[in-house]
């Protein structure tokens, strides 16, 4: 009974000094800023994250000051009890609302702007422009783009939208782009990933690859495409066939002018010696082997060599030719040579004469 008196003389003098205040708008050095921003008879509720009993409504404004969360505060007269919210009335209008129990206080005190530190992330870049009575275009802290965290993240002022694809914590998944749209966004799986955006997986697509005896290959790797883009990408061509891949891309290239044809018998070469593998023709050279029978002393040696049989095409794949050395006839040295057409040129299997003085030849 004597406590519920002594409750109700302190309601009493916190009131009158409230009321006092709102009247006089008196020195709010004095009154811990409760004259100019309570407002008797009203309440914000929803966004109240803590509670505290106090005899006196100046303690909660005080405690209020020392929590950077606090927005403002309910008094609640018959409970001595204070409520603090994380918003103002400006943030939540529509939570504002009359009750004959509470007044409300607005935090007058060095009160955070929301959205400016992690404790009291916004929802909505509207929410903070009502809140702060105008705010520039940046980044702010938002609950709202990952449930339970806060994230930092532009807002334009102008469309109020936040933009997702900017926060330091990645909405999409890492092999996803971001697309920004006004007040939402979207994730899309890069190329070579499948799913929803927020996390993709590698389509398993085949690897074509040569190895070191031309052999050709497939290896199965996530995250690219299935067809030939990335092969094609890799070495600039398109491939026709798969067999004959390899051989139009790992060759060597001749590219001395001395093999032409139209090179006479200067300091006398031969290919005895010469690795078997897969040649091109390039440059100074020309573009090919010839396939008529050179005359003698041409290409720098004694016999020079040409392709008997023509050339093959490209449906044709490999084919096996003679390659023929011009000496007593022209054909009086032959040996078996592969040959590809692999499009725009020709590459030649070719391997030791055995002896000299016979060489391959070329042609434009
Ligand atoms: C603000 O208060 C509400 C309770 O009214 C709470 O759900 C929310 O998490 C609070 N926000 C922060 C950042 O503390
Ligand atoms: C993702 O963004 C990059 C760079 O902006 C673009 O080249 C690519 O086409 C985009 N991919 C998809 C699937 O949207």
Same mark, same amino acid.
């Not at 409230?18 to 004259?35: A, K, R, W």
């Given at each position: ?9 302190? /309601? ?17 050095? +004095?009154? !811990? ?34 929590? %950077? ?7 609640v @007269?018959?409970l001595l ?16 609302i009359p ?8 935090? %007058? ?17 509207? *929410? ?13 802290? +938002? =609950?709202? @783009?990952?449930? !339970?965290? =806060?994230?930092?993240?532009? $807002?334009?002022? *102008?469309?109020? %939208?936040?933009?997702?694809? &900017?926060? =330091?914590?990645?909405?999409?998944d890492?092999?996803?782009?971001? &697309?920004? #749209?006004?007040? =939402?966004y979207? +994730?899309?799986?890069?190329? !070579? ?9 590698? @389509? ?6 040569? %190895? ?11 995250? @690219? ?6 092969? &094609? ?6 491939? #026709? ?19 032409? /044809? ?7 070469? $031969?290919?005895? &010696? ?6 091109r023709?390039?440059?100074? /050279?020309? #573009? ?13 040696t ?6 008997? !049989? ?8 490999? /084919?096996?030719?003679?390659? $023929? ?22 590459v030649?299997?070719?391997?030791? #004469? ?6 391959? $030849?070329?042609?434009?």
């Amino acid at each position: 009974m004597e406590k519920k008196q002594l409750f109700r003389i302190a /309601v009493i003098f916190a009131l009158g000094k409230v009321l006092y205040g709102v009247i006089t708008d008196h020195d709010q050095q +004095c009154t !811990g800023g409760l004259s100019k921003e309570s407002i008797f008879g009203w309440m914000l509720q929803g966004h109240i994250y803590k509670t505290m009993l106090a005899d006196l409504p100046h303690t909660c404004v005080f405690a209020c000051y020392k929590d %950077d969360r606090c927005q403002s505060l309910n008094w609640v @007269i018959s409970l001595l009890t204070c409520e603090f919210s994380n918003r103002t009335k400006e943030a939540r209008p529509e939570d504002f609302i009359p009750n004959a129990d509470r007044f409300y206080f607005k935090r %007058d005190r060095n009160r955070v702007g929301l959205g400016s530190i992690p404790e009291l992330p916004a929802e909505t870049c509207h *929410e903070i422009k009502s809140s702060e009575g105008q705010a520039t275009s940046g980044k702010y802290w +938002c =609950s709202t @783009i990952k449930t !339970g965290t =806060s994230i930092l993240a532009y $807002c334009d002022m *102008e469309t109020e %939208d936040i933009d997702e694809c &900017t926060t =330091s914590h990645p909405v999409c998944d890492v092999n996803a782009n971001c &697309t920004n #749209t006004r007040g =939402s966004y979207f +994730c899309t799986c890069k190329t !070579g990933f499948s799913g929803d955006g927020k996390t993709c997986q590698g @389509i398993v697509g085949k690897r074509k690859y040569c %190895d070191r005896n031309n052999e050709f290959h497939t290896k199965s790797v996530e995250g @690219i495409e299935s067809n030939n883009r990335q092969t &094609t990408q890799l070495y600039g061509m398109v491939i #026709t066939s798969v067999t004959s891949f390899c051989k139009c891309v790992n060759y060597r290239r001749i590219t001395n002018a001395d093999r032409k /044809v139209t090179y006479g018998k200067v300091s006398v070469q $031969c290919d005895k &010696t010469i690795d078997t593998a897969w040649y091109r023709f390039e440059g100074a /050279v020309g #573009t090919r082997m010839p396939t008529s029978c050179p005359p003698l002393y041409r290409c720098n040696t004694n016999a020079p060599g040409w392709l008997k !049989g023509g050339h093959p095409s490209v449906a044709d794949g490999q /084919v096996t030719r003679k390659a $023929c050395f011009h000496w007593s006839n022209c054909c009086s040295l032959s040996t078996n040579i592969k040959v590809r057409n692999c499009g725009s040129y020709y590459v030649y299997y070719l391997k030791s #004469t055995g002896s000299c003085w016979y060489r391959y $030849c070329s042609t434009d």
